[in-house]
């Protein structure tokens, strides 16, 4: 079962491949800013970025890859790809790095990449770097240095996979900067088909529930007011819906409300939330547990009300209130308003 | 039924703090825990057994103190408790790590194997597949949900915006998230029995694997330099009064023109 591991010729993978992850035909984010990071990656190598497109009826979305960076497009389309499983999907790309042997590999650290990646990394055995949120070439061995946090958040590790290729790596949605979009730019595309795709399906899916969410997705938003456990309940949060809404943007929180059950998990932002970084952030009744700092203090303007003035949230904060958030949010969307409504008049 | 179900004994760290001076974690006091998601599948294993009838193996690799952890297993209702331990495992990634226990699951007769999806000091959610590619076996991740049904597994499978309820013959590997379920603590008499109960230990030479997938030496990543983030410097803080306090932020929005 375990081979005594191969020595591999370095010199024989090239160029930089990326998984685009698709979900019911629409491109996910990730997979826009990974192509964005790539490309900066491959002016230091010298070589293309490729995007690795399965699912079915997905034709349409090289387009959009290639406008936002990608070289080249290798699309698997096939009804089994349709919805994700791990082995269909894990089988395919081991397939095409077989193949082309990319030197770097890198996947959406999603709950579809971070499922993906372990199955394809221990099946052509090469390292997996999980969660990054730095990747660069090192100047000297052009190998590939991937930084992650781990201990929640305490601590930086910077990993390298000096002797197995490709170099891979989840990197986590929203840290990486995507492109901006290039109209009409066109790409290669090349179709890679296999015959016996469906026979790798094992695990059937019986039933697929959408969680809906009337709310925007606090990746997209530009700002975000987020609420922890000084809002006191579930009840105070549409003050902060109210502030939200004055300043074009929407809700999140901390790990707290969410486990408390006041906020939807989808809101959480944090090592096991998400990672944001909006144009202003107002960190209201958030204690700022290094967790949650994590995934929140690379945001443009940080804001943050809290009672007790030792807070650690003070210490990414641009500007600080210490003061009761039920009280102050309410008269700070007055103000808000108050404003707009002078610049509309004038 | 026979399930396997591997735990990592983790430091609380939520516990664990940082030394400003000198950057580094303080580990002292802090408690070690069964990692939670890990903690939650065990309780999933041990519900199955309640229902169904089973045969709960749990398997940790680890120093000898992740023995703790295993007691702590069998106290909560394990029957049967194995610690995969050896200098030789030692700085192992998840590639090393997951092949190190699947070469130990491969001595064992299971239907089930469960683990949990990440464990809490190193966030990777790499090792429950890998150990699956390992055996060959299919995997379903982020299971909030598991139920039985024949032969078959069906889990709810979590993803960002949606579920999937899916359907998995066994054997298969599921990796749980603390969602999944309360687990229940350990009873008096189960503390009893644990502390009386022998754990199996296996070393370098119980399992069949070439060195050249284990510990340091079977590792393809290695970590280079770790470091604690930069933090950025401090703003302003201001205690006023709640109207005081929300005209001087609106100020500030004005001053970033985001007003």
Known sequence: MWKVVRKMNKEDYKGIFVFAQQVDGKLENVSYELIGKSKALAKDLGCEVTAMLLGHNVEPLCKQLAKYGADRVILADDPALEVYTTEPYAYVITEIIKKYKPEIALYGATAIG?????????????????????????????????????????????????????????????????????????????????????????????????????????????VLVSGGRGMGGPENFGMLEELADALGGTISSSRASVDAGWVEKDRQVGQTGKTVRPNLYIACGISGAIQHLAGMEDSDVIIAINKDPSAPIFEVADYGVVGDALKIVPLLTEQVKKSQAEKKNA | MNIIVSIKQVPDTNEVKLDQTTGTLIR???????????????????????????????LSMGPPQASVALREALAMGADEAILVTDRKFGGADTWATSSTLAAAISKLDYDLIITGRQAIDGDTAQVGPQIAEHLSLPNVSYAEEIWLEGDSIKVKRQYEDRYHIV?????????????????????????????????????????????????????????????????????????????????????????????
Request: net charge neutral; proline share 6%.
């Open chain 1, 114 to 222: 971070r499922d993906l990646a372990p199955r394809i990394s221990a099946r052509i055995h090469t390292g997996l770097t999980a969660d990054c949120t730095g990747l660069e070439i090192e100047a000297e061995t052009k190998n590939l240095l991937m930084t992650r946090p781990a201990f929640g958040g305490n601590i930086m590790a910077t990993i390298a996979c000096a002797d197995f290729r490709p170099q891979m790596a989840t990197v986590r949605p929203g840290v990486m900067q995507r492109q901006s979009p290039n109209e009409g730019a066109t790409c290669k595309v090349e179709r890679f088909s296999l015959p016996d795709v469906a026979s790798h399906v094992n695990v059937e899916v019986l039933e697929v529930i959408k969680k809906v969410s009337t709310k925007m997705d606090i990746q997209d938003a530009t």
């Open chain 2, 167 to 259: 359907r998995v013959k066994m054997p298969c590997l599921v990796t749980a998230l603390s969602e999944l379920n309360e687990p229940r603590y350990m009873t008096p008499g189960g503390i009893f029995d644990a502390w009386k109960q022998d754990i199996t230990e296996w070393h370098r030479d119980d399992l069949e694997i070439d060195d050249s997938n284990i510990g340091l030496k079977g590792s393809p990543t290695r970590v280079k330099k770790s470091f604690t983030k930069a933090v950025k410097g401090k703003g302003t803080v201001v205690t006023m009064d709640p109207q005081e306090s929300a005209n001087w932020l609106a100020d500030r929005l004005h001053d970033k023109f985001i007003l």
């Open chain 2, 28 to 58: 002292e006091g802090v408690p070690s825990i069964i990692n939670p998601d890990d903690k939650a599948g065990l309780e999933a294993a041990l519900r199955l057994k309640d229902q169904y009838g089973a045969h709960v193996t749990v």
